[in-house]
Each structure stands twice: as C-alpha cells, then as structure tokens.
C-alpha cells in the first residue's frame, strides 16, 4: 500500500513519540511510503518557524524521512477541494503518484474520508484499517 503522511503526522511523531510515531515505525516497516518536495517544505519551515529547531537537526530529520520512503513527483496542476486550499497540492500529488492513503491529523483533509479512490485518515483510524 503507497501511504503518504501529511506534514503535521511527520512533526507530530519526530517531536511526541505518541500514536503518530507507532503509525509511522509500522508503515514503515510495512508499506511503500511516499514524501513530496511540497510536504518536505513544510516539515523544514514548520520545525523552524514553529518549534525553532536547528538546520542541522532539521537537515537529519528531513534526511531520516528522505532514507525510508520515496520520493512522489509534485503535481504541476492544482484541484480546488479543500477548505485549506494548501491541502490542494497534498490531494493533486497524491492523485499524481497513486497513493493509497493519506494520513493525516488536518481535519480540513480528514473530513474528506475519501477523494477518488484514496483514503484519507487520521492516525488513530490507520490500526483499524490495517
């Protein structure tokens, strides 16, 4: 199964160690995991803008993320779905590279339950499905 993590389930399981963390170690360890430079964008100016980390610690995150997955090819046409139109470019990539699911904590995608044929979740929802 190709899953592709949102941005705020990346942070969420580098810097809580929580259920997010689990979610992403068992998907790893189990399915094709697919990041886009979009979504890596976002990590590097969330863990700096917000939390206020490093370059060097951002770059291992980053680079960490890079070595289990695969990189998905960023969506040169943008669909208008969402209510957070910056969630556009998350669907358009994920429809681009045949994604599975999405997982991800923004309820402005998890509210979809669905787009097309890919699944979009939270973490908590990925032990019942899996």
């Given amino acids: 199964m190709k899953i592709l993590f949102d941005t705020n389930v990346i942070i969420s399981s580098i810097?809580?160690?929580?259920?997010s963390f689990d979610v992403v170690i068992d998907a790893v360890k189990k399915h094709d995991i697919f990041?886009?430079?979009?979504i890596i964008k976002e990590v590097k100016e969330?863990?700096?803008?917000?939390?206020?980390?490093s370059l060097p610690v951002?770059?291992?995150?980053?680079?960490l993320f890079k070595k289990y997955g695969t990189k998905g090819e960023k969506?040169?046409?943008i669909i208008d779905i969402c209510?957070?139109?910056?969630?556009?470019?998350?669907?358009a990539d994920a429809l681009l590279n045949k994604i599975d699911m999405i997982i991800s904590g923004d309820?402005?995608?998890?509210?979809?339950k669905k787009y097309q044929?890919?699944?979009i979740i939270p973490p908590a929802e990925y032990w019942k499905i899996i």
Avoid: C, W
């Fill in 15 to 19: 810097l809580t160690k929580g259920s």
């Fill in 35 to 38: 990041y886009t430079e979009y």
């Fill in 46 to 53: 969330t863990l700096s803008k917000k939390f206020d980390l």
């Fill in 58 to 63: 951002i770059h291992s995150v980053v680079e």
């Fill in 75 to 77: 969506a040169s046409e």
């Fill in 83 to 91: 209510r957070d139109p910056n969630d556009n470019q998350i669907l």
């Fill in 107 to 112: 309820k402005d995608l998890t509210m979809l």
């Fill in 117 to 119: 044929n890919i699944l």
